[in-house]
C-alpha cells in the first residue's frame, strides 16, 4: 500500500491551526507520517501542536527558534526542508506539503491517492482553494489547472526528486510545476467537490497585507523568468478577482519593478527558455490546450 508524508512549515497559526488539525486527522486515508514545522511560534500553537502530537502517534512536531518575523516563500521552503530533514524519504511513495491554515473535505488525500496510482506519469496534484467571501460565502481563488497549489503539494516522490525539490525562493510553487512539464511528468489540479478546500487566510495575504503579498508574486514572477506580455495578461485576469483591480496592479507593478531594478532571475536559462515558449503558446492558443500539448491526458 502507497505511503503517504505530509510536511507541515506553519509559524503563528493559532487561529487556523485547529481546522487543519481536525480535517486531517478525519480523512478517510490519513497519512502515515505528518511532520509539522513550528517555525518559532509565539501565539499558543506550540502549545496546540503538543497537544495533537500526544493524541497522534503519526504526528511529531519539530520545534525551530523563533527568527524574529514570518517569512514566505525561502523561509516557508527552508522550514519544509528542516521537517523533510527528519525523515527517510525513501520510505515514503508520496510527499505532501501542507499549509496549517486550510480546512479539507474528508475524502481530499484518498482521492488524491486514487489519481496518482492511477497515472504513474501524474507527478503533483492538488485540489483548488476557496476563501471566504465578504459576505460569508466561498470564492474561488481561481488557480489554473496546470499546477498544484502552494498550499497543499502531494508529490510522487520519484518526480519530486526529479525535479531537484523545492527552490528556495519566492515563485517556487510555481517553478516547481513548470519543472515537472519540462521533464515528461503531468502537473494538475482541479475543481471539484470532493477536492474543494478552504483556504482560511487568503491567498498571498500571509505577510503584510494582500496588496504586498501581489507586489511579491509580481517580482516572483520576474525571478522564475515570465515574459512581461504573459505577466500583463495576468495582472489584467487578476485585477477580475478580489482585490478588484488593485490587486493586479500590485502584481504588475511589483513584476516592472523588479525588471526596472535589474533583479536577479532564476538561474536555469534552460527552463526560462522553456517556460517563455509555454507562456507563449498559452496566450496564442490558450492554457488549456498549450499544456495538454505537453501533458496529454492531463
Do not use: N
Request: with cysteine; charged share 25%; net charge neutral.
Amino acid at each position: 500500500m502507497a505511503r503517504t508524508l505530509v510536511i507541515s512549515p506553519c509559524r503563528d497559526e493559532i487561529a487556523f491551526a485547529r481546522y487543519t488539525l481536525e480535517s486531517v486527522t478525519r480523512q478517510t486515508t490519513p497519512p502515515d507520517r505528518w511532520v509539522i514545522v513550528d517555525d518559532g511560534s509565539t501565539d499558543g500553537t506550540s502549545e496546540l501542536l503538543a497537544e495533537w502530537a500526544a493524541r497522534f502517534d503519526w504526528i511529531s512536531v519539530l520545534r525551530r527558534e523563533d527568527r524574529g518575523a514570518r517569512a514566505v516563500g525561502p523561509g516557508v521552503v527552508d522550514a519544509f526542508y528542516a521537517g523533510l530533514g527528519t525523515v527517510d524519504l525513501d520510505d515514503y511513495d508520496y510527499v505532501v506539503k501542507l499549509d496549517l491554515d486550510l480546512s479539507l473535505p474528508e475524502t481530499y488525500f484518498e482521492r488524491l491517492v486514487e489519481r496518482m496510482e492511477a497515472d504513474p506519469r501524474l507527478g503533483t496534484c492538488s485540489g483548488k482553494p476557496y476563501a471566504l467571501g465578504p459576505h460569508g460565502d466561498l470564492v474561488s481563488e481561481a488557480c489554473g489547472d496546470e499546477h498544484s497549489v502552494g498550499m497543499t503539494k502531494f508529490y510522487r516522490v520519484a518526480c519530486f526528486r526529479e525535479i531537484g525539490g523545492f527552490v528556495r525562493e519566492v515563485m517556487w510553487d510555481g517553478i516547481d510545476g513548470h519543472r515537472c512539464r519540462m521533464l515528461g511528468w503531468k502537473a494538475r489540479s482541479w475543481d471539484e467537490p470532493e477536492l474543494r478546500f478552504v483556504h482560511l487566510r487568503p491567498m498571498g495575504s500571509s505577510q503584510h497585507g494582500v496588496l504586498t503579498g501581489r507586489r511579491r508574486h509580481g517580482y516572483g514572477q520576474w525571478f522564475m523568468g515570465t515574459g512581461l506580455a504573459y505577466m500583463t495578461a495576468s495582472a489584467l485576469f487578476r485585477m477580475t478577482r478580489l482585490p478588484y483591480v488593485t490587486g493586479g496592479l500590485a502584481m504588475w507593478w511589483g513584476y516592472v519593478a523588479s525588471m526596472l531594478r535589474g533583479l536577479p532571475r532564476y538561474e536555469d536559462a534552460e527552463f526560462r527558455r522553456f517556460l517563455r515558449r509555454y507562456q507563449w503558446a498559452c496566450l496564442l492558443k490558450g492554457k488549456r490546450r498549450a499544456t495538454a500539448e505537453l501533458q496529454p491526458g492531463a
